[in-house]
């Protein structure tokens, strides 16, 4: 029977730190981010479509008219070579994916002060409450109509309802017509949901507003 000689252990104390190729080494590379596009050489289809406000400068900068249509891809990214700029994929689900030269750090900044400029300006949309009485009066009925055009104007919903206290349950059919005369005073600035209906002892409607009332 022979014998393998054994591998002399290497003294001193063992090098820290991940092994090359070893569990750290994968751990490091799970945590770089994706681009958000693809771009350049990631882009593997045969041709796309380009697209741009920029395509007369690209036009004067390659010595061809170049025009929003669909080309083949290794020309496009040639083209952004020679401009020292990116090719970004757009529309990825496009037939075929719509793409643009432009400086792709650049095109990213403008895209997120988009969405933010756009989040700004969501304006939150609230649900105001009116209450009515059967027995409301002319002049009650009118101040709170103005209160309601102006929550419409703003932009925000409007719940309005009747509320029968005790026996005044038995005149809902005011409360009915009550509610839809508030309906027919607001039907230029929103529109009901649905028609008045009856919820244990509150006879309600919700108004949204019309697309372009809000001021």
């Known amino acids: 029977m022979s014998f393998k000689p054994s591998r002399p252990k290497p003294s001193g104390p ?3 730190g991940p092994r090359p190729g070893g569990p750290g080494g994968r ?3 799970r945590n770089i981010a994706a681009p958000e596009h693809r771009i350049n050489e990631f882009i593997r289809v045969p041709e796309i479509r380009l697209v741009g406000d920029n395509l007369e400068e690209i036009s004067a900068a390659v010595g061809q008219t170049v025009e929003a249509a669909i080309y083949p891809t290794f020309k496009a990214l ?3 070579e020679e ?3 990116d090719l970004v994929e757009i529309s990825p689900n496009a037939e075929p994916p719509v793409c643009r030269i432009t400086d792709y750090n650049k095109f ?3 895209k997120k002060k988009k969405e933010k400029e756009l989040k700004a ?6 649900l105001k409450e009116i209450r009515f009485g059967p027995e409301t009066g002319e002049h009650d009925f009118e101040f709170k109509l103005r209160h309601a055009k102006n929550f419409l104007t703003e932009g925000n919903k409007v719940k309005a309802y009747v509320q ?3 026996r005044a349950i038995v005149f809902k059919d005011r409360g009915e017509l009550l509610l839809l005369r508030f309906m027919k005073e607001l039907e230029e600035l929103g529109v009901a949901e649905q028609l008045p209906k009856l919820e244990g002892k ?4 919700i108004l949204s507003p019309k697309k372009g009332t809000k001021k």
Do not use: D, H, I, T
């Not at 300006?121 to 609230?126: I, M, P, Q, R, T």
């Open 83 to 85: 401009m020292a700029l």
């Open 78 to 80: 040639k083209w952004a």
């Open 121 to 126: 300006n969501a304006a939150k949309v609230e």
């Open 108 to 110: 990213l900044y403008q």
């Open 14 to 16: 063992r090098p820290s």
């Open 202 to 205: 509150r006879m309600m409607v």
């Open 164 to 166: 029968f206290k005790g």
């Open 27 to 29: 751990q490091m590379n």
